[in-house]
Every structure is written in C-alpha cells, then in structure tokens.
C-alpha cells in the first residue's frame, strides 16, 4: 500500500501498556496506510481491545510511539485525528434514553456536521431504522442497537474506521447491513481496521492480517490467496488451542 | 467544534434524556423531601432551635441529592461505553467534564428550587430573607460540591463499590466549602450582618476556583485512566 515517500497513515512502534502487573500490549509494532484492510485476530485476552484504544487515542501507551502521518501523537492525540475516526464496538455507544434520530443528531453536533438533520436522516436510512427512527432505543433489540452504532460511527464521514468485535451478537440482517456498509467503505478508499473472532468474514473482508497472541504480534500477512481452512490450522497452531 | 459548543451539546443531551425521563429529579426530590421531613419530626423545632438548625438540615438535603444527582449522571455515560463515544469526540475533553458538572448542577439547583419552600413551610422560618445573599450562598456551596462531586464520579464510576466509594472520596474534599456553605447560609438565616460572613464567601470563592482549576487540569487523565 505504502509507495515508499509517505508516512503510514498510523503507525505504532513497540507499544506497551500495563494494567497493574499485567502487560496487555507488549512492544506491538504496526503500519497501516490510507485504504489499508487489516483485522485482528487473537484469543481473549490478547490485548486486541487495549491496542485499538491506544489506535483510537482512548488510552495512552506506557511505551513505545504512536504517529499518524508521520506525527507523534503519542501523548497528545489531537483532536484533528479523533475527527477522523469512526469507531464500532461490541457495545453501540448510544444513549438508551434518546430516541435514534436523538442520538445521531447529537453526536453529529459534538462532530459540528454541518447539516445534522440531514445527516442524520441518511444514516438512519442507511441502516434500516427510519421507521424506528423516533423510539428510544432502550426498545431496541441488539442488532438494532449495533446499526444505530454504525450510523453513529459514520455520522462525521470518518476515513478511519475502527471495528472491535462488531458482529457479536448481530441478527442476519445487522450483520448483512455491516458487511454492505464495510464494502462501500473499502470502494471510497477508507481505512479500517477490525478485530474479530470471525475468522471466514474477517479474510473476507480484510487485504491484511495481524494474529495477536498474549500482548504481541504473532503472524503479520496478506490475505491475497490466503486459504480460510490453511489459515484457520494456523491460527489455531498459533494460540495453542484446538479447532473443532 | 468549539469548547462551548461541545459543553452546550453535552448540557441539552443530559436535559433532554431527563425531561423524558425525570429520574434524577424525580430521585433527589423525594430524597431532599425525606431528609427535611425526618429532621423535622426528629428535632425539637420551636422557633429558636429551628432557625439555628435550619442551615444544617437545608445543607444535608442539598447535599445528599447532589450526590444521587452526579452519580446517576455518570451512570448514563457508563452504560452502553458512551464514555468512549464522548471521549472520541473532537472536542476538548474538558468540555465533557464541565458539560456533565453543569447539567449536574442544574439538576441539583432545581431540586433546592423545590425543596426551599417545602422547608419554609414546613419549619416556619424564612431561610430567604435576604433572598440574593442565599441565593449566592446555595449557588457556590452547589458549585463547589459538584465541582468535586463530577470529578469523583468520572473516577469511581467504574468501581464495583462505587456508591460507597463516591462518598467516602468526596466528603472530606468538599469539606471545607460544605462548612463555609453551612456557615454563611446559618448567619443570613439567624440575621447576621453580611460583613461578618464575608469570611465564609471568600472561602465559598476560593475554593470553588481552585475545584475548578484542579479538575480542568486532570480530568483527561482520570478519564482515560479510569
């Protein structure tokens, strides 16, 4: 991806951070470059969520750096960056006691889109909640929750979409939604990084691989002709664990 | 994004989530109510012992609802991670912190709004005589005790004992405004002269600014870390 003259989009270098005596990240480094792929897989407890807050500025690395074009954002995530970045988790960071449209509309202020009505009316058609679009969202079932989340992670155009586990949990059709959504973010050229344990829809969907074992990177590669079933034995080879 | 407009968005989100659902007022109403109605029946409250007492048992009530106020108020960014949501946000996480202290305080300015005359009515004395020295006295002492109060809150939210935590962590730093608060409410209330309370207001002020210098200064980190 990365032609050689340009800085990586975000760049991590031996990045370490403790919780007390246990060390969640240990001495990660990774490129990702403008319309980069990748996902990462790891057993629980492999610091994948931990590496994807210190990338999404949440938390701060004890060590190593962190740099985004070229800039060491270590200490100081900018808010120029947080701009950029959309981010999905496991739980649908929305408000239960705002209705849908109530939600978007506010994080689309917090972002100072420019027209939040109207944003807010795309997304919410993007995602299949128009019609639900006033309930609060305390009534909504899971997969109802995680597309709400996907607007929101969408409502400021982000070019950098941060995925942590984002299909658990999710009906068919969230699920179908999300994967709609990630090609479309793939054909405009946005960044998107991705961790789950859905190894088949994370090859398909991903250019890149990182496997994340006990703090570290364990295995880095591409997924052009990668073979899901060779991959998995690998995986599993990896972690120590049994594939059944 | 402005700081301004990112504390204004945070202030009408929490307005808007409780005019819909009125579960802070309606808890710290009938908090504040308990309070002032046990006192009443629990004390001696003649006409002299009411007026002496008066500042004391307004104060515990204020403050008790103040508590249920910004704990509950923290327990919305809690749930559903909307914490991270907020703190991935283009704006100055300093705006997140004065946006949720302010809605807090709203809150719990609202809650001494209704309970003031409840209490008038029910001790028959007349803690508003000088009705803009109290106001500035309430205004500050709620300040202060929320100041503090939302920086304890962001810490121990994510504690498993945090209702217990809350507390323990939040009184003996609010001390000194609580008895300046109590002391400057008590002398309006029992008629003393403003000059000789001054004392009580420069506290009330000195603290306050400090509160919020301290916590403008490290509530990223205690978000981040907690």
């Keep these: 991806m990365n032609d050689g003259n340009t800085a990586p989009l975000i760049e991590v270098t031996d990045v370490v951070k403790r919780f007390g005596k246990v060390v969640a990240v240990n001495g990660v480094s990774l ?12 057993p629980n407890g492999a610091g994948k969520t931990t590496l994807f807050r210190i990338l999404a500025g949440l938390i701060r690395p004890d060590e190593g750096s962190l740099s985004v074009e070229g800039a060491d954002v270590t200490y100081e995530y900018g ?10 988790s496991h ?13 978007l509309l506010f994080f689309a202020r917090l972002y100072g889109v420019a027209d939040p009505d109207e944003k807010a009316d795309a997304l919410l058609k993007r995602v299949g909640l128009t019609s639900r679009a006033d309930d609060i969202t ?8 995680q597309r709400l989340s996907i607007a929101r992670a969408l409502v400021h155009d982000p070019d950098i979409i941060l995925l942590d586990e984002p299909f658990t949990g999710l009906d068919q059709h969230a699920a179908e939604i999300l994967k709609d959504t990630l090609s479309h973010l793939h054909d405009e050229r946005k960044t998107f990084i991705m961790v789950t344990h859905n190894i088949r829809v994370g090859l398909a969907i991903s250019r890149r691989v990182v496997v994340q074992v006990a703090g570290k990177i364990a295995m880095t590669c591409d997924t052009d002709g990668l073979n899901p079933d060779e991959f998995t034995e690998r995986y599993f080879t990896i972690v120590g664990g049994k594939h059944y | 994004m402005t700081f301004f407009q990112g504390v204004k968005a945070i202030v009408a989100k929490d307005l808007s989530m409780e005019i819909r659902g009125k579960e802070i007022i309606s808890t710290t109403f009938m908090f504040s109510l308990l309070t002032v109605v046990i006192f009443n029946f629990a004390f001696d409250m003649a006409e002299g012992n009411a007026r002496e007492s008066a500042a004391g048992v307004l104060w515990v009530a204020f403050l008790f609802s103040g508590a249920l106020t910004m704990n509950r108020g923290f327990m919305y960014e809690k749930d559903e991670d ?18 949720k202290m302010l809605s807090s305080l709203l809150f719990m300015l609202a809650t001494m709004t209704i309970i003031t005359p409840i209490f008038i009515l029910l001790y028959n004395v007349n803690v508003m005589e000088r009705p803009l020295w109290q106001a500035l006295s309430f205004f500050l002492g709620a300040t202060g005790f929320i100041t503090v109060g939302t920086l304890i809150a962001a810490i121990s939210v994510n504690l498993r004992a945090r209702e217990m935590m809350g507390p323990l962590l939040l009184l003996p730093v609010v001390a000194p405004v609580v008895i300046a608060a109590v002391k400057f409410s008590g002398g309006l209330i029992m008629n003393q ?9 420069k506290v009330l002020l000195i603290f306050n600014v400090v509160y919020l210098v301290v916590a403008w200064m490290v509530f990223d980190n205690i978000i981040e870390e907690s």
């Excluded at chain 1, 490129?31 to 790891?42: E, H, L, M, R």
């Excluded at chain 1, 305390?138 to 929750?145: N, P, Q």
């Excluded at chain 2, 909307?82 to 946006?99: E, H, N, V, Y």
Aim: aromatic share 10%; proline share 3%.
């Design chain 1, 138 to 145: 305390a009534t909504f079932s899971r997969g109802m929750k």
């Design chain 1, 91 to 103: 739980q649908s960071m929305t408000y239960t006691q705002l209705s849908a449209r109530e939600n």
């Design chain 2, 193 to 201: 002269p403003v000059e000789q309370l001054m004392i009580w207001m």
């Design chain 2, 82 to 99: 909307c914490m991270s949501a907020l703190m991935l946000a283009p704006i100055d996480r300093s705006a997140i912190f004065f946006g």
């Design chain 1, 79 to 88: 808010e120029t960056i947080r701009h950029r970045i959309g981010y999905i």
């Design chain 1, 31 to 42: 490129k990702i470059d403008q319309g980069d792929a990748v996902v990462i897989f790891g």
